[in-house]
């Protein structure tokens, strides 16, 4: 369980900031960091993922407890010396932890990292999104490491056997 330290951490970060934002920023409030490019921004997102609704705050909710049991279940399962596996399932766990902590107990998320030009920005996220996202990510190529299991070859036939 080395690399489930993680987790807290970053739901702590991710509470620590969000907490930043709600008390000296005002709803829609945006401050350049770094021009246009960056800027701190912050919204309540009802939806999921990139403001994508599924539908009530409790069907979110649902969604990100049964993720969040999938999640656990992957770092139980997960073999000890799977370092790169262990880290970004603590990642995505974090992360997770982080949102579903704002959705119980404001039924929305607190976003406010905004990156983009002009009229051309990505959709505004917070510190769980980042940790999640590379988690993902993490997993992704963890996973496409991994050595694919070859399909058993046939015997062969016996000479004049028609097969």
Aim: hydrophobic share 50%.
């Amino acid at each position: 369980m080395i690399w489930l330290w993680l987790a807290p951490l970053i739901l702590a970060l991710d509470q620590a900031t969000k907490w930043l934002v709600a008390e000296r920023m005002a709803e829609y409030e945006s401050i350049p960091v770094l021009g246009d490019f960056f800027r701190l921004t912050f919204i309540h997102n009802r939806g999921a993922a990139f403001g994508i609704d599924v539908g009530s705050p409790l069907l979110h909710l649902l969604f990100s407890l049964v993720a969040l049991g999938a999640l656990g279940w992957m770092f139980y399962t997960a073999p000890p010396e799977a370092r790169l596996l262990r880290c970004s399932l603590s990642m995505v766990l974090g992360g997770a932890l982080g949102n579903i902590a704002d959705r119980v107990r404001l039924e929305k998320v607190i976003d406010f990292f905004d990156f983009g030009l002009g009229d051309w920005r990505w959709p505004v996220f917070n510190v769980a999104d980042t940790f999640v996202t590379i988690g993902i990510f993490l997993l992704f190529l963890t996973y496409s490491r991994q050595p694919q299991a070859q399909a058993p070859t046939p015997p062969p036939h016996p000479p004049g056997d028609p097969a």
